[in-house]
């Protein structure tokens, strides 16, 4: 079977290549030139449509495998190392708090938990929190 091409503009790549790098969505809002994360999830939703893709995840796993270039590739293995905070919040979760009980002893919202969360996910090339907080442990960050 061969694989269709799929095309998408810059804007588009822009985004994909944020999320694949894990940025909350109001740095992405900022970056593609929208009003704000509502925005960005209506344009991740008409680009999941028009990639085939369910959700985020799968419109990035899309643009790595069939739409992002060499160098885009090499760029997100480069990704570099996770903020302090993230770190963190992580420490927290590998202690067995819960996103909530983490949210309280960072100060912090839920929805900001939930977004470090992914950008650890993505700098650190895990497809889950254990996974993550494995990782970390074996780079010392933990």
């Known amino acids: 079977m061969v694989a269709r091409k799929i095309d998408v503009d810059d804007r588009e790549r822009l985004l994909l290549l944020l999320a694949a790098q894990g940025e909350p969505d109001y740095l992405i809002a900022y970056e593609i030139g929208v009003a704000d994360g509502t925005s960005v999830s209506r344009v991740f939703s008409r680009l999941c449509d028009k990639l085939g893709a369910v959700n985020r995840t799968n419109a990035v796993a899309i643009a790595v495998l069939r739409i992002f270039t060499k160098q885009e590739k090499d760029a997100l293995r480069r990704l570099p190392p996770p903020r302090s905070m993230d770190i963190r919040i992580l420490g927290l979760l590998a202690d067995g708090k819960s996103i909530e009980e983490t949210a309280i002893e ?35 960050y933990l």
């Not at 470090?116 to 895990?126: P, V």
């Open 106 to 140: 960072m100060k912090c919202s839920p929805s900001t938990i939930d977004a470090a969360i992914r950008r650890l996910k993505a700098r650190l090339n895990a497809s889950s929190i254990r996974g993550a907080i494995r990782v970390a442990r074996n780079r010392n």
